[in-house]
């Protein structure tokens, strides 16, 4: 991958100023330090820094179509480029490179906005065309790649991380009340939001087409959510079949590159199944990478083991103790630009630096798979109070809750009470938000630390509301399993799971991360398949579970779910890192920064430095609360406009009259 | 005797931090999202180390510990049983 960032003036010429053009990408050189190159002229300026890992010499960007008419900055991958590129030559089309990134180009060149449904892959792409003065930004489906854009003062400034928006002076850098609102309840911010006020991320699957008549910003692509008569009625033999062969063929394509693709194996199903196909079907010589918690309930490298043993790869495990966690928190939070209320993305930015210093930069992952093919509680816990809901009072239907969080219920005694509290809502089954609701009014309760002020900012908005009114008409014909899936991926995946930890924190060490399960033929196909071969009784992933049947272990099939979690006070609290935390959420910075109640915030850290029982929603809240602290002092109070980081262009192309 | 008042100021401290947010003796405080599940364990164990009582694992019901009414009804009639001034 690679970081891309660009001024343009919507009205017509005007000055591009280089200096500020060279800053903005310099800052992103971090998500590819290989090469970087500049693109100017009278209306727009490209910039780009690059990670090569496909035409490792001839592939500079910007990248130009055969008279020069069209530019090009690229992130990321596509991942069908040898057919595309086959059909343009034979269309007549001339390259002079062999990347990606030209066919790009020259199928734009053919098709126009059509191009983009044609492309398989992860990207995020600014094309300029000079006889229409005319800019496309574009993203891929599920948002894997980022880009962000705001428009001020007659200029779209944009950018792969906002950091490179913010090297512009004149752009005021203001922490948005209303993403705080939506992080606060949904973990993330919606669609299109970003923490910051005027900053806007395109959506997954979205283009911004802009010219000085005309600004057009629409979705090429939806997450598909079949409607229940549309679904497919082949045997569940003659699905796993079509599926079996669809991923193997989205790990085929993922493995394209000039260097050596590697892969992230967790222990849990989805990344041993990726590395088990790489493994068996393509690459004997297989590198894995897992991580070992020091605390004892998140570690799951004893399955790691096992894996590399059985599928032999050289597999590399790296340790992280809570006080890594610590030390490295704020860091993150540079790269993910936004609060969070966890810190799992801790762990993986620190995997991506050792795999980064073991010599690859290519990582297939097993993200995507749980909201996919149906993995998570959620969903499950969705399916049994709608189950429950029906016939509220049935002893054995609430007894179904029990057997979904073991380790919750692992105090018997307080199973009525447990119980009682999932049963919260079930009068609203059939409320479309139905799945989500319990853990969105739950997080919500941590706005109680917000400031007054801050809420009154917040004023009536409600981001549930917001939700509601986004959600895709025929919504209300799926079943309760399709649309917990869609709120799932359409909020949480894109917006924090392939950000804050994905793309993040893995290009804060130039590391690309592939997550074949998120290849849009097999969303497109699982949309269609029925929920029950989804999750069969309590059995999560069925279909997926059979895929793998004859490559993995019995035991890593059948084991139960962990989902992937990191420590939070136990981490963030520890003794060594207490200096770091006070300065930061002590009653005056609390006051200073103004988004928070100084009291409450007191109570709550005392509260969790004494607390024996860990409370995931007070952990939450520490998370939420010195996360924004810290974006507030890094993006708000001292933000580096003018960052010692010295770019070395490797080509420079500068078409402005007055040159 | 009346454990209203300590019950109100334990979970306005502990769970409300400090946000009275109008909590009424009757409200469920699960339903209204004031305790979750780990919230209980935090509650008993402060009914049982404040009032120096054992909880039985059938006493662990909404019934005896959802409002602060119901904690209070449960309290009375376990003082009482155990002999302490109620």
């Known amino acids: 991958m690679c970081g891309l960032t660009g001024i343009f003036h919507i009205n017509g010429p005007g000055n591009i100023p280089l200096d ?75 390259f002079y490179t062999t990347t990606d990134t030209e066919v790009i180009l020259h199928l734009y060149e053919r098709d126009g906005l059509n191009c983009l449904n044609s492309l398989n892959g992860q990207f995020a792409f600014a094309i300029w065309s000079t006889p229409k003065k005319q800019l496309l930004l574009a993203r891929d489906r599920m948002g894997i790649c980022p880009l962000h854009y705001t428009i001020q003062n007659g200029c779209i400034y944009f950018a792969s991380e906002i950091k490179s928006i913010f090297m512009e002076k004149k752009i005021s850098r203001e922490i948005d009340p ?19 006020k005027h900053i806007h991320e395109l959506e997954p699957g979205q283009f911004l087409q802009i010219d000085k008549d005309n600004i057009h910003l629409s979705k090429y692509w939806h997450f598909p959510i079949d409607p229940r008569n549309e679904l497919f009625d082949d045997s569940p033999e003659e699905l796993t079949e079509e599926l079996t062969r669809l991923l193997s063929d989205a790990v ?39 991580i070992r918690f020091e605390e004892f309930d998140f570690d799951e490298s004893i399955y790691q083991k096992q894996l590399a043993s059985f599928l032999s790869v050289h597999h590399k495990e790296l340790s992280v103790s ?54 998570y509680n959620i969903f499950k816990e969705a399916l049994v ?49 139905f799945s989500h609701l319990i853990r969105w009014n739950n997080t919500k309760r941590i706005k109680t630390f917000f400031a007054e002020n801050l809420q009154k900012e917040i004023g009536d908005y409600n981001c549930i509301e917001e939700i509601r009114g986004l ?53 497109e196909f699982m949309a269609r398949v029925p929920a029950v071969w989804k999750i069969l009784g309590l059995n999560e992933k069925h279909i997926l579970k059979k895929v793998f049947k004859d490559i993995l272990p019995k035991n890593i099939i059948d084991r139960p779910k962990n989902p992937y979690r990191a420590p939070i006070q136990q ?41 024996k029982n860990v409370n995931e929603v007070e952990g939450m809240a520490l998370a939420g609360i010195l996360s924004t602290q810290i974006i507030d002092h890094q993006y708000i109070r001292n933000f580096p406009t003018d960052p010692n980081c010295p770019l070395k262009l490797d080509i420079m192309i500068d078409n402005r009259s007055n040159s | 005797m009346n454990y209203a008042e300590d019950l109100h100021k334990f979970i306005l401290e502990n769970f409300l931090f400090g946000d009275d947010n109008n909590l009424k003796n009757d409200a469920s405080l699960l ?35 959802d409002s602060i009414d119901n904690i209070n009804n449960f309290l009375n009639a376990k003082l009482k049983v155990i002999g302490q001034p109620a």
């Open chain 1, 20 to 94: 500020t053009l060279k800053r903005m990408t310099a800052v992103l050189q971090h998500r590819g330090g290989d090469e970087s190159g500049i693109y100017i002229d009278d209306q727009i300026g490209l910039g780009h820094t690059r990670l090569s890992i496909i035409d490792l010499h001839s592939g500079t960007q910007p990248i130009h179509n055969e008279d020069k008419t069209l530019w090009i900055v690229f992130n990321g991958e596509i991942f069908n480029y040898p057919e595309l590129r086959k059909q343009l030559q034979d269309d007549g089309h001339h």
């Open chain 1, 178 to 196: 209303i993403a705080l609102d939506q992080i606060f309840t949904i973990w993330a911010p919606l669609p299109g939001f970003t923490a910051f």
């Open chain 1, 252 to 290: 085929r394509i993922r493995l394209i590159a000039d260097v050596t693709v590697g892969s992230y194996l967790s222990g849990g199903l989805d990344s041993s199944g990726i590395t088990a196909l790489v493994a068996k079907q393509f690459n004997h010589d297989v590198h894995s990478f897992g």
């Open chain 1, 322 to 375: 809570n006080s890594d966690i610590a030390s490295h928190f704020s860091e993150i939070l540079w790269h993910s630009e936004k609060p969070i209320l966890r810190t799992a993305p801790v762990p993986l930015f620190l995997l991506s630096k050792h795999v980064s210093e073991n010599g690859l930069k290519v990582i297939l992952t097993g993200e995507g798979a749980d909201e996919i093919f149906g993995g």
């Open chain 1, 385 to 433: 109070r709608k189950f429950l809901s029906r016939k509220p009072d049935d002893q054995n239907r609430a007894d179904l809750i029990t057997r979904l969080y073991p380790n919750i219920f692992k105090n018997p005694s307080l199973k009525n009470s447990l119980i009682k509290f999932f049963a919260q809502g079930l009068d609203q089954a059939g409320d479309p938000l």
């Open chain 1, 471 to 523: 959600l895709p008409d025929h919504f209300d014909t799926c079943s309760t399993l399709m649309k917990a899936q869609y709120l799932e991926s359409s909020i949480f995946l894109s917006n924090y799971l392939l950000s804050s930890q994905g793309d993040r924190v893995a290009m804060a060490h130039a590391v690309e991360t592939r997550p074949p399960y998120l290849d849009h033929r097999i969303i």
């Open chain 1, 571 to 611: 981490s963030l609290l520890t003794a060594h890192n207490s200096e770091f935390v006070e300065s930061m959420i002590c009653e005056a910075e609390i006051q200073k920064a103004g988004y928070f109640n100084p009291k409450k915030v007191t109570s709550l850290t005392a509260k969790l430095y004494g607390q």
């Open chain 2, 31 to 65: 339903e209204h999202g004031i305790i979750d599940s780990t919230g209980i364990l935090e509650l008993i164990s402060f009914l049982e180390e404040t009032y120096g009582i054992t909880i039985e694992d059938d006493e662990m019901i909404p019934e005896n510990l």
